[in-house]
């Protein structure tokens, strides 16, 4: 194979630039729906385990859908779909007026698909504990939301530092699927650098670095916390 | 003061308690005791309606522990309860372990709270143990913190349900010490135990259970010299062969 390797491309503009926005857009794709799944996917993980069999069945239904569609499809169900079937003011208004309808769609997509993970962390942790735990919290008198706000929650989030880091990686590496509904994130850049330089390899090396650059770093603030939160049981 | 009136419970199609009947008055030990799978446990968490059941009534202090009106947690607040694994809360210090409930079901002040968990501590011979967390701890210990967190409400009465079994043996005594005391002082007291030098020291009745039954329900002196039923009997020779 002949190759001329030129690794001087990635600082050259606008090719720096490319990669430059391309992290900065994959990372801000990847926090916010990093929010979105953690705050639903706790939710919806707490409902699942409630005694209220309607509410535990409607989350249970909720993790099911969203876990079994690949999650690229539920991107195009999110930007192609979504905006036919509601009401038409609201579909016109997605399709003409919702701000950087790209980004937004991808982050709901992505948050919506990682809750459902999430959310079987959180009921799988939750429902590690022992039955005996709770009973001694109602035993003295707190109430069901007592009971999960003081004892079941605290203690369960802890037991699930380490599979929450692991599902925070895969939201950044999920977010390069954002580029198929014209994310210019970071994959989507090495991409474009790749058709306009023919330096296929260097442009993929350097998405390569920095992805393993960001999830060192998510792995290293992550292994803080849960050094900073010890399990104690 | 507790009650229990022909309690039936069912797990599925398992009749796990079948018409069991018995009172604890004020001040009085009772001790419940059985082979494994006899019902007491479940039927000592009946009592403060950790258990549900499908038949009869339970009233503590007047208060029935089934009705549909009952407040149930105002109820359990009231009844001290201890528990064969301990269940301290494992992210807290023993210190906030004992303050918890007393917080937040009771709304004691910080300071009332804390100083009342430092008197108790100190009763059960772990004051210098407030700041440490649960698994620091070794199970005797742990079990005196959970007595201790249960004393802390303020109980009218307390429920013990196997609280030594999960010890290892050198440790077994200091924890019966400290119910022993209880008892002297004249807590109300339902206990499920295999300890039956305890039953004797302290108990006022003994309730045998089996196979969901309350078999025999008497004096403590008549249960160990003069069993009536065969069940009993064939269970204190296997429990006492080698004490």
Not at chain 1, 37 to 61: D, E, Q
Not at chain 1, 67 to 81: D, E, M
Not at chain 1, 166 to 189: C, H, P, R, W
Request: charged share 15%.
């Amino acid at each position: 194979m002949h190759y001329n390797w030129d690794w001087s491309i990635l600082l050259q503009e606008p090719y720096l630039q490319w990669l430059i926005s391309g992290t900065g857009w994959t990372i801000a794709v990847s926090l916010a729906a990093w929010v979105i799944a953690v705050t639903v996917g706790s939710l919806i993980g707490i409902a699942r385990t409630l005694p209220n069999r309607m509410v535990a069945g409607i989350a249970t239904a909720y993790t099911e859908i969203f876990r079994n569609i690949p999650l690229l499809v539920q991107l195009f169900l999110w930007y192609f779909v979504l905006p036919e079937i509601v009401p038409e003011p609201l579909g016109h208004w997605i399709k003409r007026d919702l701000p950087l309808p790209e980004y937004t769609t991808a982050v709901i997509g992505l948050g919506f698909y990682t809750a459902a993970r999430i959310s079987e962390q959180v009921r799988a942790g939750i429902q590690s504990l022992s039955r005996g735990l709770s009973m001694a919290g109602y035993a003295q008198g707190l109430t069901l939301t007592q009971v999960y706000r003081h004892i079941l929650l605290p203690v369960a989030f802890r037991l699930i530092v380490p599979p929450f880091t692991t599902e925070f990686l895969t939201v950044f590496k999920n977010s390069s699927l954002a580029l198929t509904i014209g994310v210019l994130e970071l994959t989507a850049q090495s991409g474009q650098i790749s058709e306009y330089s023919f330096h296929s390899f260097e442009a993929y090396t350097a998405a390569t670095v920095i992805y393993i650059l960001i999830t060192m770093g998510v792995t290293a603030v992550m292994t803080v916390i849960e050094r900073r939160l010890p399990v104690a049981t | 003061m507790i009650k229990l009136s022909n309690i039936d419970k069912w797990y599925g199609a398992f009749h796990t308690l079948k018409d069991c009947s018995v009172n604890v008055s004020r001040g009085e030990v009772l001790v419940i005791c059985g082979p494994s799978g006899s019902g007491k446990s479940t039927l000592i968490k009946c009592v403060n309606g950790l258990e549900p059941f499908q038949g009869g009534e339970i009233t503590v202090d007047g208060v029935s522990v089934g009705a549909a009106g009952t407040n149930l947690p105002r109820l359990r607040a009231r009844i001290g309860m201890v528990f064969q694994n301990f269940e301290l809360y494992p992210h807290m210090s023993v210190l906030e372990n004992i303050c918890l409930a007393q917080l937040k079901v009771l709304k004691r002040p910080r300071d009332e709270a804390e100083a009342r968990a430092f008197a108790l501590l100190e009763r059960v011979g772990l004051k210098d143990h407030a700041r440490k967390l649960p698994s620091q701890l070794s199970g005797g210990q742990q079990q005196r913190v959970a007595i201790a967190r249960a004393l802390a409400m303020d109980p009218i009465a307390m429920l013990f349900d196997e609280p030594t079994s999960a010890l290892d043996p050198e440790m077994i005594n200091e924890v019966l010490e400290v119910m022993v005391q209880l008892a002297q002082e004249g807590m109300t007291m339902m206990v499920v135990t295999h300890e039956m030098g305890f039953a004797r020291k302290v108990a006022d009745r003994v309730v045998f259970m089996d196979q969901g039954e309350v078999v025999e329900d008497a004096a403590t002196d008549q249960f160990f010299s003069a069993p009536k039923s065969d069940r009993a009997k064939s269970f204190l020779s296997r429990i006492l062969q080698h004490v």
